[in-house]
């Protein structure tokens, strides 16, 4: 099984400050065709992530001005992180169990490594969560 750091091993992440508004996030994420943006603070730390559905509804929805709106306002919170050294699968659980489709990658010592999402897997892996999804609900 694939380690984290194979697929994200060339990967250029958007990085975004946090006081950047939700437009230019946006713009942002269109020009480089990714589906989520990390946010970081001034020092450089991961403090959230931004993604279309985020977007939507935090922003959209709400009315809300995307020219004024920060992504601080409304990116999600201290995403759970993974480690480059973990599996496809522990990804693809994480995004299972916690209803996402985006993970931050980040080494020990706080370093951003990259963003793994749904459609990064290979259909062997797919097919390996959903074998082991199949037998927990079979030992329910």
Do not use: Y
Request: glycine content about 8%.
């Amino acid at each position: 099984m694939r380690k984290l750091a194979d697929i994200v091993f060339d990967q250029n992440p958007l990085i975004l400050n946090a006081a950047q508004s939700v437009e230019e996030g946006c713009r942002r994420m269109s020009e480089q065709r990714v589906g989520s943006a990390l946010v970081c603070n001034d020092a450089g730390r991961l403090v959230g992530i931004f993604t279309g559905r985020d977007a939507v509804c935090r922003v959209l929805a709400l009315r809300k001005d995307a020219a004024r709106c920060s992504l601080a306002e409304a990116m999600t919170p201290d995403p759970i992180t993974l480690s480059p050294d973990q599996s496809a699968v522990d990804a693809l659980r994480l995004m299972w169990d916690g209803g996402f489709r985006h993970v931050p990658l980040v080494n020990k010592a706080g370093r951003i490594l990259g963003v793994v999402s749904r459609g990064d897997f290979s259909g062997l892996e797919l097919s390996h969560h959903e074998d082991e999804r199949e037998l927990w609900e079979h030992m329910r």
